[in-house]
Each structure stands twice: as structure tokens, then as C-alpha cells.
């Protein structure tokens, strides 16, 4: 997962399915920060939803750029992708990702 000015990249280490990849019910993003404490691990504050407006899969099927609304500097945004399988029809091993975004890039737009 490696972020873009408007979303992320995901990349897979096989192909994935293009219709299940194209289709933006596959994927659910949440964005959230942590309230300092003293303590390590707060709790979450700040939980937004965050809506996938567009999913372009690679020619090779190995990677897709999401764009995404609202996209938070200084929070972690949480991808589930429950939807996607494998171009031969597998589960993704790991069907999480997290990224906790300090800066929003300046290029490589959607």
C-alpha cells in the first residue's frame, strides 16, 4: 500500500480477479488517529469513513490505484478488501492494510 496524492496503490504478489478489483463494494476504508495519553495505546479518535470513489486495476492485474474522499493527513487509514480474490478465484492471504498517512504526496494524481 503506498500512498498517492488521491488514494493508494495497492500491490499483490499474483493477479488479482478485474472485475472484483474494478468493483468499488470490494473495498472498505476507515480513517482514524490516536488521542495522546501518557500510556501507549490509546484509543482511536477522529473515526471517519472513508469512501473508495474509484478503482483502475493494472494491465497485469498486479496492483490497483483507489482514490479515496476524504484522504486525512496525520491519520491511519484501515483498508479491508473482503471483496477481491485472486485471478484463479483465491482469498487474499491478508485482506487488510494499514497506512498511517503523515504527508499527502504532491504527484501521480488518478
Given at each position: 500500500m503506498k500512498a498517492q496524492p488521491d488514494g493508494f496503490k495497492l500491490t499483490f504478489t499474483e493477479p488479482?480477479?478485474?472485475e472484483a478489483a474494478a468493483n468499488l463494494d470490494s473495498?472498505?476504508?476507515e480513517s482514524y488517529t490516536y488521542r495522546l495519553e501518557s500510556r501507549y495505546g490509546g484509543p482511536e479518535d477522529d473515526?471517519?469513513?472513508?469512501?473508495?470513489?474509484?478503482?483502475?486495476?493494472?494491465?497485469?492485474?498486479?496492483?490497483?490505484r483507489i482514490k479515496i474522499d476524504p484522504i486525512r493527513a496525520?491519520?491511519?487509514h484501515e483498508l479491508h478488501m473482503e471483496?477481491?480474490?485472486s485471478k484463479k478465484g483465491?482469498?487474499?492471504?491478508?485482506?487488510e492494510a494499514y497506512y498511517t498517512?503523515?504527508?499527502?504526496p504532491?504527484?501521480?494524481?488518478?
Open positions: 488479482v480477479n478485474p473495498y472498505k476504508m473515526k471517519k469513513e472513508v469512501k473508495i470513489t474509484h478503482a483502475q486495476v493494472s494491465k497485469d492485474g498486479m496492483s490497483v496525520g491519520y491511519v471483496g477481491l480474490t483465491d482469498s487474499l492471504l491478508h485482506d498517512l503523515v504527508n499527502i504532491t504527484d501521480a494524481h488518478l
